[in-house]
């Protein structure tokens, strides 16, 4: 099964990826995650991208699509994955496609998580991470168990610094510009699939089921890369 998760920061891509990736045992692979990550280590790449991020501005695309043709690469992914905040370009979108048809492969489903501009700023500044695994939570719709603590590996949680409400504006504006057209890309040859995201966690994911469940029974769910 190969996915892409798409809507504004905050849609809840995160959170459905990681229901998707328990339940169909895939990974999960957040970009954003990936990036954040390489920040911390000072990595070469954490270098390259930690001005792009802070300003709320995308990483440029060779960068990241070889990143993503990397980690597709690696061998958790012979069954397939979930991307999530990948692509964020028309420009992304068709250099996975084409490196996918080389391996006889392809983007099965695009799901486009809807959420207003409003909500996305309203869920962001109420927004937490766990700075291990990158859980997602919020303070008041989806809290942690014990304080300031993720549920899944007892690391702390934090803020990303781009969820200040600066840089969340720059961020959807960035998004209408250049990630929305990523909808029309998947909606042409009819890969999009679109899920009213204001509603509860588990109604979202009830809706993401539906869908994929056409995808397990068909033929092409699970073949290698
Ligand atoms: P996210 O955690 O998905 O909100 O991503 C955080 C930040 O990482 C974004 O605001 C971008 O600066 C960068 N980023 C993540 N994925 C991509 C991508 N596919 N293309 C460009 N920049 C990205």
Same mark, same amino acid.
């Given at each position: 099964?190969? *996915?892409?998760?798409?809507?504004? +920061? #905050?849609?809840?891509?995160? $959170?459905? #990826?990681?229901? @998707?990736?328990?339940?169909?045992?895939?990974?999960? @692979?957040? $970009?954003?995650?990936?990036?954040?990550?390489? =920040?911390?280590?000072?990595?070469?790449?954490?270098?390259?991208?930690? *001005?792009? @991020?802070? #300003? #709320?501005?995308?990483? +440029?695309? %060779? *960068?990241? @699509?070889?990143?993503?043709? %990397?980690?597709?690469? %690696? +061998?958790?992914? $012979?069954?397939?994955?979930? *991307?999530?905040?990948? +692509?964020? $370009? =028309?420009?992304q979108a068709r250099a996975l496609d084409q490196c996918l048809a080389e391996a006889g492969a392809a983007v099965q489903m695009a799901i486009d998580i809807r959420i207003t501009q409003e909500e996305a700023i309203k869920r962001i500044a109420q927004r937490r991470m766990c700075s291990q695994c990158g859980a997602v939570y919020h303070l008041k719709y989806y809290r942690t168990k014990g304080e300031g603590v993720c549920d899944i590996c007892g690391g702390d949680l934090f803020r990303r610094e781009d969820d200040n409400e600066e840089t969340a504006r720059k961020r959807l504006e960035v998004h209408m510009r250049q990630t929305h057209p990523v909808t029309h890309y998947y909606a042409q040859d009819g890969r999009l699939y679109s899920i009213d995201g204001v509603r509860s966690i588990d109604e979202v994911f009830a809706d993401v089921e539906n869908y994929l469940s056409g995808l397990v029974e068909g033929p092409d769910a699970g073949e290698v890369l």
């Open positions: 099964m190969r *996915l892409v998760l798409l809507g504004l +920061p #905050g849609a809840g891509k995160g $959170t459905q #990826g990681e229901l @998707i990736a328990s339940k169909y045992g895939i990974p999960h @692979i957040s $970009t954003g995650h990936i990036i954040r990550q390489a =920040v911390s280590a000072g990595s070469d790449l954490g270098q390259k991208a930690n *001005l792009y @991020i802070s #300003g #709320g501005n995308l990483v +440029p695309d %060779e *960068l990241m @699509i070889q990143l993503v043709y %990397e980690r597709i690469r %690696e +061998p958790d992914c $012979t069954q397939g994955w979930i *991307l999530d905040g990948f +692509p964020r $370009t =028309v420009h």
